[in-house]
């Protein structure tokens, strides 16, 4: 892997997706990989959605990571 896909994977893992409560990408693929597989799920395990927006900003990009990476090989997060 040259070093700008090495950095490319890391501000992506880094990337915050809730950013009332400065979460990163990372956590809530964790989540997911560990069997979270609800928006309801991710916000209890991670503890987005409950922010100043209540979930209003990330909820979106959560539904689209379960989307993607639900019954995903875990290997793969």
Same mark, same amino acid.
């Given at each position: ?5 090495? *950095?490319? %994977?890391?501000?992506?893992? !880094?990337? =915050?997706?809730?950013?009332? *409560? @400065?979460?990163?990408? =990372?956590?809530?693929? %964790?989540?997911? *990989? !560990? ?7 991710? !916000?209890? $395990?991670?503890?987005?959605?409950? @922010?100043?927006? *209540? @979930? %209003?900003?990330?909820?979106?990009? $959560? %539904? ?6 639900? @019954? ?6």
């Amino acid at each position: 892997m040259d070093p700008e896909d090495i *950095k490319v %994977e890391w501000l992506l893992q !880094n990337e =915050k997706v809730c950013i009332c *409560k @400065g979460i990163p990408r =990372k956590r809530f693929l %964790e989540a997911i *990989k !560990n069997g979270a597989s609800s928006l309801q799920e991710v !916000n209890r $395990i991670v503890g987005s959605g409950s @922010g100043e927006c *209540k @979930g %209003e900003r990330c909820s979106a990009e $959560i %539904e689209r990571l379960l989307a993607l990476y639900s @019954g995903a090989d875990p290997k793969q997060l």
